[in-house]
């Protein structure tokens, strides 16, 4: 019976996240929501991140000394060139909607997860420099990120308060003639991102990290092989319920408010998705052959799970930033069928 559940949302995906986000603002509309609960993040790391890490071939882990100039390539794009093109897409369409902004900064600075090993099987990649550069990122990722998302939430905090009817001290200082973006920063600091890091990512990797270490020393490396599949569509399931879930609390009201929230969202997203996969077929063309197909799946996808993961912590510390959790649980529906189209094309 959990097998054919298990295959029956693998196979429909797309269609179950649009029921579950449809849901969940179904019970905003009609009951006012629920109120945010800790809960939610011990859930997403749970039944969503630790299952998703489990199938990562952690023995792996060595191929990122053996493609040393690949995975750079990777490591620039990722975090460098990513993060620069989610701050000119929200300087130029969400200024008005900071909180979608954070959320796109969000998803530019995790790359990578399980599916880039899933699609890149599928296209005949590289696997070996595939694992290697999932690692390689994921890896920056929990050094880099905290410096990036305090930045960006000093920065973001600051035009949530003032269109929230506040104000910030160089808006106040220049009686409004400077926007609360050119302020210096707030008072969040990269430990204060680091704590929910550490539970969101850190412990969901240690604990895959030993489920596959006990998981093999128990019944072997085919066997595991055989089963770890399983280990990524209880991820996708336990997605579902927290989507559900998470649609559901009460500060989603705003979007029924603001229409515009969603088509602007989606918009943004084709761009950032659009402009990120033509520089990584780009790069992947460069590169050539299987190798060059683990680079543009390497740059290209995004951690959607972790990042959606990570903004159920932000609104745990503050619900103003619930529209932050909207964009990333839109990005799926950018992701997953464009990711299909890539196979195809890439198995013509």
């Known amino acids: 019976m959990i097998n054919k559940i298990l295959a029956f949302v693998q196979k429909n995906l797309m269609w179950l996240i649009i029921v579950s986000i449809s849901s969940g603002l179904m019970l905003v509309y009609f009951t006012g929501g629920i109120a945010f609960t800790p809960f939610l993040c011990l859930a997403a790391a749970l039944l969503m991140i630790y299952p998703s890490l489990v199938p990562l071939d952690f023995s792996k882990v060595a191929e990122v000394n053996k493609h040393k100039r690949i995975i750079i390539i990777s490591l620039i794009i990722n975090f460098v060139i990513s993060p620069l093109l989610a701050v000119l897409i929200g300087w130029l369409f969400l200024s008005q909607s900071p909180g979608l902004w954070l959320g796109l900064i969000l998803l530019s600075i995790l790359p990578g997860g399980g599916m880039v090993t899933t699609w890149a099987y599928k296209s005949k990649a590289d696997m070996p420099l595939t694992v290697g550069i999932v690692f390689a990122n994921l890896i920056a990722a929990i050094v ?117 929230i969603i088509p602007k969202a989606v918009l943004v997203l084709i761009i950032f998705y659009v402009i990120s996969l033509g520089l990584a077929w780009k790069l992947g063309k460069t590169v050539g052959g299987e190798k060059g197909r683990a680079l543009v799946w390497g740059t290209y996808l995004r951690y959607i799970t972790l990042a959606l993961g990570l903004a159920i912590s932000l609104v745990y510390q503050d619900a103003a930033y619930s529209l932050v959790i909207i964009i990333v649980v839109l990005a799926y529906l950018i992701q997953i069928p464009s990711s299909f189209w890539l196979v195809n094309k890439f198995n013509k």
């Open 144 to 260: 880099l990120a905290p410096f990036y998302l305090a930045i960006a939430m000093n920065k973001l905090t600051m035009l949530i308060t003032q269109q929230a009817g506040g104000s910030c001290a160089v808006s106040k200082a220049t009686g409004g003639v400077l926007d609360c973006l050119f302020s210096s920063g707030g008072s969040i600091s990269a430990l204060m991102i680091i704590v929910p890091i550490f539970f969101i990512i850190v412990i969901p990797l240690l604990l895959a990290y030993f489920t596959q270490y006990f998981y093999l020393k128990k019944v072997g490396q085919e066997k595991f092989n055989r089963i770890k599949s399983k280990f990524a569509a209880f991820s996708n399931l336990g997605m579902l319920v927290v989507l559900v879930l998470l649609m559901s609390i009460k500060e989603n009201k705003i979007i029924f408010s603001r229409p515009d």
